[in-house]
């Protein structure tokens, strides 16, 4: 980037954004136009569209053919995605009735009324009830400020009528919500009852119809019905930190900040890209600001919660990835909630000392093993039970499973991996006495909040994403859910979509994956939902050899490929052993083939070692 995170820092709070819509971190064109649809061993490629690239003196060849079919074909437009600035977020008095909000909560800090901080137990809940416990205590620092976050298994999602009526009890007058409540019309109705005023921010689907929110003292919200907010897709972290970006300029009297508030606001950052980047909401617009400039902060944040959780996570280099985040620290905060409770991630957050901070940390490690062992468990059990049950074939379109012993905290993550294989809307539930509770994860296409809004009157709760969702039935009426759900995804889903599929940017020889091009793609990261890894397609590469085993249990593999003017490369297939010998055993040294991958540099050696995603035999 040009222009670092505190030349920019100025922007959050002395120069709000302009009062229109702005497309800027989007691409033109999304990624939605395949010109071509290959048949790969494990998946279809779907080539995006080929578009006309004028030679370029600032990127390579390859670099511009990624950017053009990605909708960056203009310099301008490229630049101001891979470069993106604090000045591309909207301002926060945009969000509706966020001023409200704002001066209710500054107004219980300064008279000492007892606030609650009401938020989730996954780690974007957990980083929205961080951002505005620091930003409030740091405003107010005599403030009555608690957090309250919910067992995941005891009391599950969502605002909760008994916890606010417990919270009541015990002298809270204003309860704000982060990352839940947009549905919460009876929680709502309690805290009327009981006097607290009870401010929602959130981020999930709405209700269509105004008349069905949940009627409090604010409701902020991008998506509500009536919102002029520019960008819908901000996530619960998000919408947090520009609460606590509008509380800052509203105690402040004005858009310019004291810089210990300013300072505050940017290491919030760090949050809020966690938040953002774990809950797989779209990576561009507002979302790629907020993601790119906390990754760069995680490392230097002065939160000792999130320096303990960086050391735990044994991230020693130099900068935090998305990739990260996926894999070492969101999974390590997640354990917490869902194979203990979210309130300790809180605590390490928020009023940890250091040497608690590091034994939360070190537990939360602990716990993710022991939810990948639980999870593994579950997942070879509801594959079997799927292929068993029949809900793998063509005329059963989805995968409705339950059953009473599967760890209700654990089948989210199940579904996301029984939709990658079996590639079709997958629903697991898990049993609480008369009760199963579940969680769904979908395909590209079906939306899973539309389909449990339409199965409503067969749950006694459910909502959520178009890509995941969660829900609770009576046992009794999982039968009746099944079928229904089943016969929705068959109207939906036709028999020919029920394969994985993989976008694919663009055709390559192996000869331009050149280390100048690997380092120019990677100016596209951070990569996520809406702009994935870059993906290329080796029209003709001959194996070298044999692939090679990886890894102490040999789940990866190594193999060398050749390009056509004599050039070698080594790709790495993550996972792909068993996969291998299912799809790929007759393939020898000296078959030409084509290959999906997606380029990048060893983490050990900095050369050239893409990853290999798919491949098949060239014709």
């Known amino acids: 980037m040009s222009t670092s995170a505190s030349e920019q820092s100025a922007n959050i709070v002395d120069a709000p954004a302009a009062h229109v819509t702005s497309n800027a971190g989007t691409p033109a064109r999304r990624a939605d136009e395949a010109g071509a649809i290959v048949r790969g061993l494990t998946r279809l490629w779907k080539i995006r569209r080929a578009v006309e690239v004028p030679a370029s003196p600032e990127f390579e060849p390859l670099v511009g053919r990624v950017f053009a079919a990605r909708g960056l074909a203009d310099s301008a437009a490229a630049r101001e995605f891979l470069e993106p600035s604090l000045k591309q977020l909207h301002d926060p008095g945009l969000l509706p009735e966020i001023d409200k909000a704002a001066g209710r909560l500054l107004y219980a800090a300064a008279s000492r009324e007892p606030i609650v901080i009401y938020g989730d137990y996954d780690v974007d809940g957990v980083t929205a009830t961080t951002i505005l416990y620091h930003t409030l205590r740091t405003l107010e620092p005599g403030a009555i400020i608690d957090t309250y976050v919910p067992h995941r298994l005891d009391e599950g999602y969502g605002l909760s009528g008994e916890a606010i009526g417990e919270l009541a009890s015990s002298g809270a007058k204003v309860i704000v919500s982060v990352d839940c409540g947009v549905t919460a019309v009876e929680p709502a109705r309690v805290a009327r009852e009981r006097g607290v005023d009870l401010i929602i921010t959130d981020h999930h689907t709405p209700p269509a119809s105004a008349a069905d929110m949940p009627e409090c003292f604010a409701l902020v919200h991008p998506r509500v019905p009536g919102s002029r907010y520019p960008f819908g897709d901000l996530s619960g972290a998000g919408v947090a930190f520009k609460l606590a970006w509008r509380l800052a300029t509203t105690h402040a009297g004005g858009d310019k900040v004291s810089e210990k508030m300013r300072a505050l606001l940017l290491d919030l950052l760090a949050l809020a890209a966690l938040g953002t980047i774990a809950d797989v909401v779209p990576l561009i617009g507002e979302n790629r600001v907020i993601a790119r400039f906390g990754l760069s902060r995680i490392k230097t944040s002065p939160l000792v919660g999130m320096k303990a959780l960086v050391e735990a996570s044994g991230l020693d280099g130099a900068s935090v990835s998305s990739e990260d985040v996926g894999f070492k620290l969101g999974p390590r905060l997640n354990a917490c909630g869902r194979m203990g409770h979210a309130r300790e991630a809180v605590e390490m957050f928020t009023v940890a000392s250091p040497d608690r901070a590091r034994e939360i940390a070190r537990n939360l490690t602990k716990l993710n093993r022991e ?23 063509p005329d059963r379109r989805a995968i409705v499973l339950a059953h009473e012993s599967w760890h209700r905290g654990v089948v989210g993550i199940v579904c996301s991996r029984l939709v990658e294989r079996f590639s079709r809307p997958t629903i697991l539930m898990g049993r609480d006495g008369d009760l199963y509770h579940g969680s769904g994860r979908s395909v590209e296409g079906f939306s899973l909040a539309e389909a449990i809004e339409t199965c409503r009157p067969m749950l006694k709760s459910g909502g959520g994403h178009a890509m995941a969702a969660g829900l609770s039935l009576d046992a009794s009426r999982i039968a009746e859910f099944t079928e229904a759900f089943i016969e929705i995804a068959n109207r939906a889903i036709s028999p020919d979509r029920l ?121």
């Open 371 to 393: 939810r990948q062992d639980t999870e593994k468990k579950i997942f070879e059990h509801a594959a079997q039970l799927a292929e068993q049950s029949g809900m793998t074939s």
């Open 499 to 619: 394969v994985g599929s993989l976008w694919v940017d663009t055709h390559a020889a192996i000869e331009e994956l050149s280390e100048s091009a690997v380092r120019q793609l990677a100016a596209l990261a951070p990569f996520g939902q809406s702009n994935p890894s870059v993906r290329v397609r080796l029209t003709r590469a001959r194996v070298v050899d044999r692939p090679r085993a990886l890894g102490t249990q040999g789940k990866h593999l190594s193999l060398q490929l050749a390009g056509e003017r004599g050039r070698h490369v080594r790709v790495v297939a993550w996972n792909w052993a068993n996969l291998w010998n299912r799809f790929a055993g007759d393939i020898r040294a000296g078959t030409m083939i084509e290959a999906v991958v997606s380029p990048k540099l060893s983490d050990w050696n900095g050369q050239v070692e893409p990853e290999l995603l798919d491949l098949r035999i060239a014709e």
